[in-house]
């Protein structure tokens, strides 16, 4: 499109200079006119594309960043799971250690 408007810009400059008819120049500057109109409408529409890009990269850091809090939250309380398993584990390995060392004091007695 600015090759377009490029290519306008010299051809009026060499219809002014070759032609006499004012009906081709008027020609010509509506034409320049109307691509300066759409280059204007293209950089609103790039602006308000940018704009949005901008917003759903922004949720996106946001989400991932409460993802990463999810996460290290989730480690932690599989941590303090696996600790507390352990230890529930120990105490019912030492309640049978206690019990049989009962049973044996109890059958040699």
Known sequence: MLADLADSFT???ELAANSSEVSTLITEDHFIEGQKVRLLAQ?????????????????YKRERQKLKTIEKVRERDLEEFKKA???????????LMVMRARFRDEETA
């Open 11 to 13: 051809r009026r400059e």
């Open 85 to 95: 398993r352990n230890k529930y584990e120990q105490a019912q390995i030492e309640d």
């Open 43 to 59: 950089d609103r529409t790039i602006f308000k594309a940018q704009k949005k890009m901008q917003k759903a990269l922004e949720i």
